[in-house]
């Protein structure tokens, strides 16, 4: 498996410490985020799980031979949407679907729906195991609906008073699963199947994603996006 702009390559990790005869390459531009990574998360693995993974720094435009001949790629968190062009986003798609073998998989999410090109900030507390604990704040700041570009951050509000502004911030462009499956159709997948998640009769998803030709219209959505090679 191959995980695209991997971060701290947390699923990575998941991924071989599901099975023996798992491994898992991680790419990332950012060395410090690959460096965290490694010392939080790849650390915590046991030596023979270390040896099945592998990261790089290095543009998932251009994986290289280490990041070719692999069964699974996962662009997740929406980390595509840095393309915000049709064509380098086709670009990229056909560098994943050379990396891909003959029955390989690509596996994308998405999120949209009304809420997604709002300009709003929503707030979750997270309780702490003592007396910590945290408010979760996600800002879309801005968006822009001729070119569907959009700016984001996660800040934090810690219960002791202080704060960590812009923790994470996300410039993307929103793209719809229409688009991304005519991309994936362009770069010559063959197939492609959109994971809807059930509802749960109280307004919100109850976590079970399966495949559905149509959707709900709904305020807020994440689905995910399989291609075959």
Request: with cysteine; aromatic share 12%.
């Amino acid at each position: 498996m191959r995980e695209d702009v991997c971060g701290t390559a947390e699923i990575s990790c998941e991924w071989v410490k599901r099975r023996r005869t798992n491994r898992a390459i991680g790419l990332d531009l950012d060395q410090p985020t690959l460096d965290w990574g490694l010392g939080h998360n790849v650390a915590k693995l046991s030596a023979e799980q270390q040896g099945r993974l592998k990261l790089y720094r290095r543009n998932v435009l251009k994986p290289g031979r280490e990041g070719s001949g692999v069964d699974l790629v996962l662009a997740m968190n929406f980390s595509y949407w840095i393309f915000k062009e049709r064509a380098k986003m086709l670009a990229y798609f056909k560098a994943v679907r050379k990396s891909l073998g003959r029955q390989g998989l690509f596996i994308l999410d998405i999120y949209g729906g009304p809420d997604a090109i709002d300009e709003v900030t929503e707030r979750r507390p997270i309780r702490g195991k003592s007396k910590g604990g945290f408010t979760y704040i996600w800002e879309q700041e801005r968006f822009d609906p001729i070119t569907n570009e959009t700016l984001c951050h996660i800040h934090f509000r810690l219960n002791d008073g202080r704060s960590i502004r812009k923790a994470f911030t996300y410039d993307w462009r929103v793209w719809t699963i229409p688009e991304i499956r005519d991309i994936l159709d362009d770069a010559g997948f063959k197939r492609t199947t959109v994971f809807w998640e059930g509802d749960d009769a109280k307004g919100g998803g109850d976590g079970e994603f399966k495949p559905k030709q149509h959707g709900d219209s709904c305020a807020a959505f994440i689905a995910y996006i399989v291609a075959e090679r």
